[in-house]
């Protein structure tokens, strides 16, 4: 008899036809938080199959939120907190989806779906191997708390409420969040964190309604306005001049250098991806892994005024807007950004420019020395038998900060996804080996987490 | 018996309904260039119409363009050209007309359709004019040639071509154009030429497609290169500074200036149009007309990037573009303006912006003490009974030049229009009253310009 993680990795093989039959059905479900569709349904089949792992579980909301699944299973010195969400983002646009969004289905060794990756498949994954893990070692060596939200792909309105009103369900000692990725050359990936994100729509009007563009000579033009106010935000050399920001973005440490010199960038696989010829600033090496993961941006991701039709009108546009992103690292904040701008603006004489808050998250990192980093290296180099790449931050952005900040809880994100994972996108996937092996690093990770060697 | 223009403004008189009535009968005609529709039908009644005034008239076209009519009635030592055009701009948005706009509609004094002002109204005012004046007078004391096109709301495009192979008869001492308006104030006013225009579309793509904005580090942006191409166009004083280009604009001389001195404008009135507190730079008075009359302008008629929908979308936009309007005096022309601008982007690197150009037209400038110019303003006022206002320039552009300069032919507009005539939105309209009395003036300026004293 085979025992340990020779019994445990076992399992997982001769049950791999069931363990993704469970992930198809939780995909079958369209709960889509945009939508509203689905959620009390998908709320109620992931608290049964909480329950069912083991979980001493309950739905629980505050006012105005979505049910969130918080619940608990195991004893031990540790205690982990499984941080994933249940809801998934709108299928749209559907013809470009080879088979339906919620009709999983199995192709080449990879799954599709909506939410396989994004994050139905790390939600399942996670449950799956609490109930192995026991299985084979029987019992766990450490406390297991779950929040599973329904909303996080709208904006986790009202996760920071729930924090603080169910803390004491949540406190841990190290928190696993939701996704992570092999990347474009399989490795498996670590991050150590999220870029928060602030996200604003700046719009004015320099006069009633459109003008003839012969009016141009003397009547002041919405678009000019915006293009001045937008050109004194960031320059040509890609360097962010809006007053003061810079100054609360940290300098990269030498254990931050040290990190991303070992980390690995496939800049021509990138560059031959996004067809360009060079990065911003013909950046390369480490100069350009410091800048993608340990710098803010500043991004138009809209600009719209006057004509935007074929041949020409000679319009002068009354109004103009753009639509603003800047992806925030330790210590930049949402409310700082804004404020920030407001200045800026106003310093310069764009008083007329109004500033609408969108999004925003604050950034979240951790250090690469905790319990969890640790025994999230050491379960996935013993998993798949190379080691991991790990990041300081992930560029992208998420609910982490109102759950890990708030709480004091270090965090590690590591998942079953793949470069490809097409999350947000048509054609969603994982590979199904991905998914069994998140299955395995997860079995070690409660492992080691909970004080036990491999 | 009354005799002379006595008698002349008594045929107008009498004959209000029926001058009114063939007017409705030619705006019934749906002649909307842009598409194709009732070119041919319009131009043959426009040629019957100007037979029956008694001109030897013909519709003749070039490879490719649409019926034009040339025609030509009377002797005398100088010969006048009637420039006007018979398509008419489309109907849309139909939902805000009043009425329906190929269904001409009297309100309060006011003829609405689309045409009346822009241009059939003031086609069917001098044909009638030419009629009315022979009966007065016995015969005409000029040679008078018409020019009728069909294409002026598309660009004109076979137009330098027609003027080519046409040249003898459309040769004149002097032209009148196609309109011509009483300003807010009810005051009548004669225009001496017409700014040009040059429009271009500039596109640009930075990476393949669009990217997800946390790529946004290390990814250039297509709406932050445009942005930043742009600003370098124009200051925020309102400065064209792309390089080179004000070297071509003429200085005012001590004639403009006399003349926009004298020329009324309505500062308050334009602003309470417009809904603003101020005029570009603060300007007003004689600072004020120079650049409106006799100034270029750079304008931003449109931009379109990325997501311009409602909320947050975290988009890095692959592709940008904007729509340039420059309005041009002389000595600038459309070729000169884009070789001009493609030199001031190269310079600054941006070899990727794409530019497109659409309409382009050169100015047409004619001095105040031309034949025509002494003509309309002593008809003007023999008409109205009040000093016509003199614009050195109008601020909109048409293919004067194309005619007038080519062939030498000074050049005035005035006509049947009002501030308030709507030409290319819903609702264009003129007062019954402004379209007889461009039939008195346009019969004083046949006298005045044929020799004859008033």
């Known amino acids: 008899?085979?025992?340990?993680?020779?019994?445990?990795?076992?399992?997982?093989?001769?049950?791999?036809?069931?363990?993704?039959?469970?992930?198809?059905?939780?995909?079958?479900?369209?709960?889509?938080?945009?939508?509203?569709?689905?959620?009390?349904?998908?709320?109620?089949?992931?608290?049964?199959?909480?329950?069912?792992?083991?979980?001493?579980?309950?739905?629980?909301?505050?006012?105005?939120g979505p049910p969130t699944i918080v619940g608990e299973t195991g004893a031990g010195e540790k205690t982990l907190l499984v941080y994933d969400h249940y809801d998934v983002q709108p299928p749209d646009p559907l013809e470009e989806w080879q088979t339906p969004p919620f009709e999983p289905t199995?192709?080449?060794?990879?799954?599709?779906?909506?939410?396989?990756?994004?994050?139905?498949?790390?939600?399942?994954?996670?449950?799956?191997?609490?109930?192995?893990y026991r299985e084979a070692f029987g019992s766990l060596p450490l406390r297991v708390r779950v929040l599973f939200e329904g909303e996080e792909e709208i904006g986790s309105h009202h996760l920071a409420a729930f924090v603080e009103r169910y803390a004491d369900r949540i406190r841990a000692d190290g928190c696993i969040w939701e996704a992570g990725y092999r990347d474009a050359a399989g490795r498996p990936t670590i991050s150590l964190g999220l870029k928060g994100i602030a996200y604003f729509d700046l719009t004015l009007r320099a006069i009633a309604k459109d003008a003839h563009s012969s009016m141009a000579t003397i009547l002041p033009n919405a678009a000019w306005r915006l293009t001045w106010a937008l050109a004194s935000l960031k320059n040509e050399r890609d360097e962010i001049t809006v007053d003061g920001f810079m100054e609360h973005v940290r300098e990269p440490t030498a254990s931050d250098l040290a990190l991303l010199e070992a980390l690995p960038y496939d800049e021509g696989e990138m560059q031959r991806?996004?067809?360009?010829?060079?990065?911003?600033?013909?950046?390369?090496?480490?100069?350009?892994?410091?800048?993608?993961?340990?710098?803010?941006?500043?991004?138009?991701?809209?600009?719209?005024?006057?004509?935007?039709?074929?041949?020409?009108?000679?319009?002068?546009?009354?109004?103009?807007?753009?639509?603003?992103?800047f992806r925030l690292v330790p210590d930049l904040t949402p409310t700082l950004v804004r404020d920030l701008l407001r200045a800026h603006l106003d310093r310069r004489g764009f008083t007329d420019i109004e500033i609408v808050s969108h999004h925003g998250e604050l950034p979240s990192r951790w250090p690469a020395d905790t319990a969890v980093a640790k025994a999230s290296v050491a379960a996935c180099r013993a998993a798949y038998g190379t080691d991991p790449v790990v990041y300081p931050l992930m560029a992208g952005s998420g609910p982490m900060a109102q759950v890990c900040d708030t709480l004091g809880i270090p965090v590690v994100g590591f998942g079953s996804g793949n470069a490809g994972s097409a999350n947000h996108a048509p054609n969603e996937n994982i590979a199904i080996g991905d998914y069994l092996d998140h299955i395995r690093a997860f079995g070690r990770f409660l492992h080691v987490f909970g004080g036990r060697s491999l």
Chains 1, 2 share one sequence.
């Open 106 to 132: 199995e192709r080449e060794g990879y799954l599709y779906g909506r939410g396989v990756s994004d994050n139905k498949g790390n939600l399942m994954a996670r449950l799956q191997a609490l109930e192995l």
């Open 273 to 325: 991806l996004h067809g360009v010829r060079a990065f911003v600033r013909g950046l390369s090496g480490t100069a350009l892994k410091v800048k993608h993961f340990l710098e803010p941006t500043c991004t138009i991701c809209g600009l719209t005024s006057g004509y935007s039709g074929m041949g020409s009108k000679t319009v002068l546009p009354a109004a103009a807007s753009a639509k603003l992103d």
């Open 1 to 64: 008899m085979p025992s340990g993680f020779e019994a445990f990795d076992a399992l997982v093989r001769s049950r791999a036809t069931t363990l993704v039959e469970e992930l198809k059905e939780l995909i079958r479900l369209p709960t889509v938080s945009a939508q509203e569709t689905g959620i009390d349904e998908t709320a109620s089949a992931v608290l049964d199959r909480a329950r069912r792992a083991g979980l001493d579980a309950k739905a629980e909301r505050v006012e105005g």
